[in-house]
């Protein structure tokens, strides 16, 4: 029920303010028997952390987790797991002018509005930071769904600005490639482009938005709660929770506008489905394809161009962001995306297992290859 | 938690297949003393009903409301309301042939593999049949919503297959004209382009997508919880659940892609933001301008053009829908979406009221009427 | 989250007045599969119903279920059920003498104070009509919990004011007994006794107090979740609900504040537990004995006998109770707290089996049959 | 949804085991504005501590809270609050001997049977320890309640094995006498026999049951949720999952099993009810008058006198404990039952305020003052 809490069998509470002492999360109804050491979240964290490139924030985070609670031996007990992470490179000085003063585009106004109260520093609990914890708790799920249901969850970067991948519509993507560049795009012949257009933008002062697509495979069918837990459902809200997120597209998305049935609909043979315009998901259950998503993420409001806002004395004023900010978000939000499509199936996971039973019971099914 | 239940705080349960004897649903904590009495159901849902025209689908249900609980003397008295409508233009022997068969697009394969057993009378739970006790539910929710707040909610058509409304960029909707047509469309001029369009799609035997824009205005700054119940998350969950949707946009949504930081951003003046890409919704929370939403609709499955599919003996087989079905489901799904915000804003309200007290300790705020 | 609803996983909610036109229920989250039919229902909604005999309130009420979803060609399909009962026998004259007083004992002082509004009629939601329904749901579990896992639950009246039944502290409670008389006493012999105790209070238009035991057999190790979600701590809030509970043991209960911990701890042996002061449960989780639970009803406080209280215009007056009331609403509880613990294993187990597995995983167990 | 959250609007999860590096707690939801300092916690986690006197158990801890997040400038933000105390006095040895046995009375065999591991070291997630982190959020609650409603909550040992206060039967308590001895006992003058009592039974390698009253003052009417959300049906929940509770009794609890409705029900007048049978709650609503909560504690396992068991490898064993145990637990339950009963009434009056408004609207009452 708490919002800060993601998940209704596999709950991860999260907390922690951007330059408070510590951020951190609680994961409870996590299978026991799981075997996690403080070290497992090193790599997704090093990929969601902004001093990865320079084009992104140069906020530089350890991002050390300590595990407090949950794990025995290293595995799962069944008990709540907490995990922690020092905030240390907490520069608050840099953020003293604004205490304020709301920035356009950011929370600031509508936390004052809410609370009558908030933490400015680092935009407090606003602040992406929180997404850390999002990431380290689905390296959790991510190898139980891995384990046991060979489940792999992978996103990539489908549009910087104005920049589109260079692949054909159905090109597959080869996510070596797509890890080998600070982009997480998958064509490697264009990043010299984005390198040019970020600095640019950097050198301008100014950001842009991004499109970030996600696809899991190997996700079993009947998966998902109609109908107001459908699993598309749940993929929306836990993809437009994340800071920046504008909007978000399960398979075909907008495109199925202007389609028609005789198209989008995907048929099916023995040998699988022929088409995924439905993004793995039919009534809001998984049919054993590929889940695919794709979010819009718009651009950081933190600029170094002037932006003209109001403060809390009913001035109007003239606001330019200092610190570090990344010029595209957009960047970073892959891994984080990533993350929440794996919580969103853990539990979903769960929850199946709950109503219908283990995967004994699993009735035959269409092979998943032929799309 | 259970699935078939929406909001946390007001908590619209709904049941009914779409061939089973009734549907229905239990609205849990309710204010008290809200007038309602059954004949206020009857606008929205005829709205939604799809007899409307012989532009939607030709099942013609009478809709009547009955309320079994929770009103007492023309009131709400704050204990479950239960509303119920009997199915009375159920012909389930439409659906006889295809009981072992999974239809291309449609739940049947997913819900199968889900539970072992699905009721394929008119798709059962997974007809849009269900999409009336929201709307009636939600009327409810207007009315406070209205009545305390002066919140309005408001939805049409704005794009149907490749048509759009003919209408500039930023101008204002006039729902006088979008309640005067059946399309829900808001350029009366080119409702016959329309009729056109659907006689053709009908007599193709084809579907085609739709898009539905939502505004809510009056919201007041301060609604929505950060982190995982954000106003905009818990919008695109609420969305996404309705049948047949694919996307889900926030303000500016998937444009925000090519926006640099320096146009997105909505800067503050004394008199107002100057703009509302962030659709009234910053870091979760709203900010006092109008909320607003679009969502993309599939093509409806249900088409005339034989379909290639499997079936429970694992065979390949061919399907062509009987029955009464939508040329374009989008059409009717104005009203649901309204619904789904109006549920969400309600929800929100009180979730809002619990922490933070109510509408007396409201702080100073901008002036909504600038955009 | 909504205060109406039971369970988390096997979610029942509940609705309507006593007087109003129907109370019902919808049941969210059932396993898929499970053989339903309305008449099953009728043997537990015959032993709580109010006009079973002339010892309890003369209110008759059909008690016909009605199905309105969820359950197609007998077997329930995984989707929400909707119970429904109509009301038949409200008699709502005889409450209209009392709609602005408020009756001591009752909860209508707090139910204005809480909303401002209640429907007097019968004590509206307050009624242990409500009850009806509880049962209804565990009708479904209990047949869940006895075909999966041989699961039994059982009452029987403990006490009766002063009269205990003349039974050895540890003797078996023989069942068929219990069944065979309108008390649910377990000791024949002493029906006679107990006919004449409630007539002479009937006659006295006074009420009086009851003690109902429950034990459930059968259930394994390993249900319940620490910490707040422990069995016991479920198994009490379940049974507090109940109209007119003003007390929960479990196994040893009161008694063992007397107890030395060399007498109450319950040694292990291969061949089972020495004893079972616990109830059946450790640190919140079953250990494979028999569940126990024990209750204390408070006498109804609709009794003949006038009482002082005040009105809605600040007067002093006196109420004496007119209608249809029960001398001990203690007996009929016996049924209605089989229900609850029934609706609690149901949603325990279903939600053990989400975060550890089915039984298949289960580990070697010691025998029950050692107590 | 999660078992180790307590409460639905504040709502607060703690994790942590005996001996692993921390405990901890997440407050979410809590009011925004609200002055906390990390020394307001030392008062109830003093009263709480293991080391207070040589009658508890002789661990020692510092329990220094830390404050990570939800608080800024010494003022809540209406953010997660994280609470973390680092376990200091942790001496893992003390119960390397019994890893691989169930001790009898403990959760031992439970938590093995649901889990297939368990943390052995001081009893782990099942270690008394947990309570520390409800007595800390419970800090919070109590202020925001007493600020704003002038709510008290205190708790007394009513009994300690056949030791009762020797009192007359509604005679007042005096706090500061129960604050004033190791005992929370409300007679001075019984103060040496308890010391004498408790002393021979250490001797003895037993311990002994107790009981604990906890009242609430200045509850106003109206607070609590039928028909599951019950105030009188939390408390139960709350009460009975604090560790070692075997019964938990609201206002005459079982002594209503003998009483006759004429004698039970409480009468109202003017100037208030004139006696409290109820326990302050009517329907599960709070009536304005004192809430009043008796608990049931066995005596603690954990004892010197050897007793039977069985071990991992499947033989029979004999279990005697060493390490620092209390010969009564139920002394120190005295601040955990107050902090549950603060919890459940802070939580209910959130939910009170999004349903009903804020106090504003309330309603005219009794005085609370005639009992």
Chains 1, 2, 3, 4 share one sequence.
């Not at 919002?3 to 951190?24: D, Q, R």
């Not at 520069?91 to 950011?106: L, W």
């Not at 998305?253 to 998901?281: C, P, W």
């Amino acid at each position: 029920m708490s919002s800060n809490t993601f998940g209704k069998l596999f709950a991860v509470t999260t907390f922690g303010e951007s330059h408070g002492p510590a951020i951190g999360c609680v994961i409870d109804g996590c299978p026991p028997g799981i075997a996690i050491a403080p070290e497992d979240f090193a790599h997704d964290l090093a990929r969601r952390a902004t001093g990865k490139s320079r084009y992104t924030s140069q906020r530089r985070e350890a991002d050390e987790v300590e595990i407090l609670s949950g794990v025995y031996e290293g595995r799962t007990t069944g008990t709540p797991i907490a995990l922690v992470i020092r905030n240390t490179d907490a520069r608050s000085k840099d953020y003293a002018g604004i205490a304020d003063t709301f920035r356009p585009g950011h929370a600031d106004y509508t936390y004052w509005q809410k609370y009558g109260i908030r933490d400015p520093r680092g935009g407090g609990r606003a602040s992406a930071r929180e997404t850390t914890m999002r990431v380290a708790a689905a390296v959790i799920a991510k190898k139980w769904l891995k384990d046991r249901f060979g489940i792999e969850v992978h996103g990539w970067l489908a549009q910087l600005g104005g920049i589109r991948p260079d692949l054909p519509a159905e090109a597959a993507i080869d996510f070596a490639v797509v890890e080998s560049n600070p982009f997480f795009w998958p064509v490697a012949a264009q990043v010299p482009e984005l390198e040019h257009y970020i600095n640019a933008l950097r050198k301008a002062g100014d950001s842009v938005g991004a499109r970030v697509n996600v696809v899991a495979t190997g996700v079993p069918p009947g998966w998902g709660e109609p109908v107001y837990g459908k699993l598309d459902a749940e993929l929306a809200s836990a993809l437009m929770s994340i800071n920046a997120v504008k909007g978000v597209e399960i398979g075909a998305g907008f495109a199925s506008v202007a389609q028609n049935g005789s198209e989008h609909r995907d048929e099916m043979r023995l040998d699988g489905f022929t088409s995924n315009h439905a993004g793995g998901i039919l009534g809001g259950i998984s049919s054993g394809q590929e889940v695919t998503a794709s979010i819009a993420l718009k651009p950081a409001s933190s600029i170094l161009i002037p932006g003209r806002s109001v403060n809390l004395a009913g001035e109007e004023v003239e606001v330019r962001t200092r610190g570090r900010h990344d010029p595209c978000v957009g960047i970073r939000a892959t891994p984080i995306a990533e993350a929440m499509v794996a919580l969103v199936l853990m539990d979903q996971a769960l929850r199946h297992r709950a109503q219908c039973g283990d995967v004994a019971e699993a009735r035959p099914r269409l092979p998943a290859s032929a799309r």
